[in-house]
C-alpha cells in the first residue's frame, strides 16, 4: 500500500465552525507534514511530525492546530478560520525521518478547504 | 537560504514534441534534488530524484541530471504525450534548508493533441 489518503475530499466551513482534516498511511513511515497550497502556487510547509513529535511548526496560526494520535494518523484542527485560508490542504509521508537528507515525500490528494 | 528557481510557464508543446523545463538552485553542501508532477485535482507526485551530483534520475521517459557546476537539474522528455499535461515542481533538501523541502513556483505543461 504506497497510498496516503485524506478525508474529505471536500470541505465548506463558516468562520465560527470548528472541523477536522483528516490523513492517514500504512507504509511505515516516520514523517508526517501537513502543507497549504494555493491556487498556481506551490505547497508551503506548515507542520511536520517526526516519530510521532511535532518537529518543526512554521509559525502557523493558532487556530490551526495539529495531531498526531499513532504514527499513521495525522489530523488538522481548524477553528475559527479566515476566507484568505481556503486552500488545497495537502498532507505528506517519508520514510526517513524528517531532517534526512532524501527524505522523498508521498503526498496525498489533498482537502479542498472553502471558508465562507 | 536555500532556493529553486523555474522557468515561468505555462509552456505549451504539441504532442511528440521534446521538453525541456529548467531548473536551477540555490544550497550550500549537497542537497537532494527532485521533480514532483501535480495533474489536475490531486496532490503531487514524485517523478524523479537524485541525490549526488552526476547522478540522473529517470522515470516514466522523464529525465534530469543533477549538475553540481552549474547548480542546475533541468528535466527533459524526449516525446511528450497529452497525459503528461501537469504542473511541474522542482525541489531541493538540503542541510543548509533545515532538511525542509523547498520546492520551485512550478511550471505549466499544456501538451495539444
Known amino acids: 500500500d504506497t497510498e496516503v489518503t485524506q478525508t474529505p475530499k471536500h470541505l465548506v466551513m463558516g468562520m465560527t465552525n470548528k472541523k477536522s482534516l483528516k490523513c492517514e498511511q500504512h507504509m511505515g513511515h516516520r514523517a508526517m507534514y501537513w502543507y497549504k497550497q494555493k491556487a498556481k502556487k506551490p505547497p508551503e510547509l506548515m507542520f511536520v511530525?517526526?516519530?510521532?513529535?511535532?518537529?518543526i511548526n512554521e509559525s502557523v496560526p493558532s487556530r490551526f492546530s495539529p495531531e498526531c494520535p499513532n504514527s499513521s494518523l495525522l489530523n488538522l484542527h481548524l477553528h475559527a478560520l479566515q476566507p484568505e485560508d481556503s486552500a488545497l490542504y495537502l498532507c505528506a509521508s517519508s520514510q526517513d525521518p524528517a531532517g534526512s537528507l532524501s527524505s522523498e515525500q508521498y503526498f496525498g490528494p489533498g482537502t479542498r478547504l472553502t471558508v465562507t | 537560504g536555500d532556493s529553486v528557481t523555474q522557468m515561468e510557464g505555462p509552456v505549451t508543446l504539441s504532442e511528440e514534441a521534446f521538453l525541456t523545463i529548467n531548473c536551477t538552485y540555490t544550497a550550500t553542501g549537497y542537497p537532494s534534488l527532485f521533480w514532483y508532477v501535480q495533474y489536475p485535482g490531486e496532490g503531487l507526485q514524485l517523478l524523479l530524484k537524485a541525490t549526488k551530483a552526476d547522478d540522473k534520475g529517470s522515470n516514466k521517459g522523464f529525465e534530469a541530471t543533477y549538475r553540481k557546476e552549474t547548480t542546475s537539474f533541468h528535466l527533459e522528455k524526449g516525446s511528450v504525450q497529452v497525459s503528461d499535461s501537469a504542473v511541474y515542481f522542482c525541489a531541493l533538501s538540503g542541510e543548509s534548508g533545515g532538511f525542509k523541502t523547498i520546492f520551485g513556483a512550478g511550471t505549466r505543461l499544456f501538451v495539444k493533441a
Open positions: 511530525y517526526s516519530y510521532e513529535k511535532l518537529s
